[in-house]
């Protein structure tokens, strides 16, 4: 997916507010989203959650999109014109409706609930998707991990994986990336990562053995979910730093609830985010853009997608500045 504003922030992060919490318990912060709408007229509107300025990345989550559910008869569906990446992978993850990826590889690939899509911009990449006619609801998330320093000119990668479902303690499980609950990915990451579909029976418990050496988010999309000391409601996305080595959910609702589990180990350097590019200075931003609006061979064509390709927005009439998270408390 593309971040399609006309104006993309550069945030600048700030330390969280220290909050109370029970002695020996990790701490939780909650992040609330801000509405992005993706597109024209009918715009999709997208919840996100990363980044922020109390947060810009978790493990190298660095971007978290969270849509539907949306009745695509009355409000539209998604489609996002070919555009580019680089400096990136992006993880999509749907919990209904279709959408078509196409890539400058020359992937043609349906995106279906519980079956996981990973692209590698690296150096360049550019793809588009748009939800299938057959698609009446749409709900899922989009995700972004950011690619460290020595492999952000990866080679241009597609995978797909459909994870097998695990069951502990009234949570169904599918992790598509990293580890947990006894359940592997194979699916290829750069940095060590977490990522799982976490679904709670009503008023199920389930305690997860996590990596201490990694920081978690948990992303809510149905019910109230406390995690350790603390609800997160839908939309919002619960961080609990390292230092954990169990994580406990508690479904406090009389239905099912849904959340996304992400990790890793805390991403140490800095990055430029601006559009769709991750660099590590302002003029890697200038030089993406500008091989964007030349057409450069650096991103290749999607063929396939019946309109033309998203142009780069204007830049801002500032430096970007490379930007990591808060301090550590």
């Known amino acids: 997916m593309s971040n399609v504003e006309t104006r993309p922030a550069e945030l600048r992060c700030g330390a969280p507010v220290d909050g109370n919490r029970p002695a020996g318990a990790p701490q939780v912060d909650v992040l609330s989203a801000r509405e992005v709408p993706l597109g024209g007229p009918r715009a999709l509107l997208v919840r996100r959650t990363l980044p922020q ?9 660095c971007f978290a999109d969270h849509y539907g559910p949306v009745d695509v008869a009355a409000a539209g569906g998604m489609d996002v014109a070919p555009h ?9 993850w749907l919990f209904s409706g279709e959408i078509e990826h196409r890539d400058s590889l020359g992937t043609h690939a349906l995106i279906r609930p519980g079956e996981m899509n990973l692209m590698t911009g690296g150096r360049g990449i550019a793809h588009s998707e748009v939800s299938t006619p057959g698609t009446t609801v749409l709900h899922g998330v989009q995700l972004w991990v ?32 990293g580890s947990l609950a006894g359940s592997a990915s194979p699916v290829r990451s750069f940095t060590p990562l977490l990522g799982a579909e976490v679904v709670l029976e009503p008023r199920a418990t389930v305690t997860l053995t996590v990596a201490p050496d990694f920081e978690h988010g948990l992303l809510v999309d149905s019910g109230d979910v406390r995690l350790v000391d603390t609800v997160i409601r839908p939309a919002e996305l619960g961080y ?7 994580l406990t959910l508690v479904n406090e609702s009389d239905g099912p609830a849904r959340t996304i589990l992400l990790g890793g180990p805390p991403f140490e350097e800095e990055i430029v985010m601006w559009w769709n590019f991750i660099g590590r200075s302002h003029d ?25 390709r998203l142009p780069a927005p204007a830049l801002p009439n500032a430096v970007i500045t490379p930007r990591g998270n808060p301090p550590r408390r």
Do not use: K, M, N
């Not at 109390?54 to 989550?61: E, K, N, S």
């Not at 950011?146 to 597609?158: E, I, Q, S, V, Y």
């Open 284 to 308: 890697d931003i200038v030089r993406a853009r500008a091989d964007w609006e030349a057409s450069s061979d650096r991103f290749g064509t999607v063929d396939g997608y019946p309109g033309r």
């Open 146 to 177: 950011a690619l460290p320093g020595r492999h952000r000119a990866a080679d241009r990668d597609f995978q797909h994986y459909v994870p097998e479902p695990a069951r502990v303690d009234g949570a169904e499980i599918r992790v598509f990336l």
């Open 84 to 92: 580019p990446h680089t400096g990136l992978q992006t993880v999509s």
């Open 53 to 61: 300025r109390a947060r810009t990345l978790i493990g190298a989550w």
């Open 240 to 246: 609990v730093p390292c230092g954990a080595d169990t």
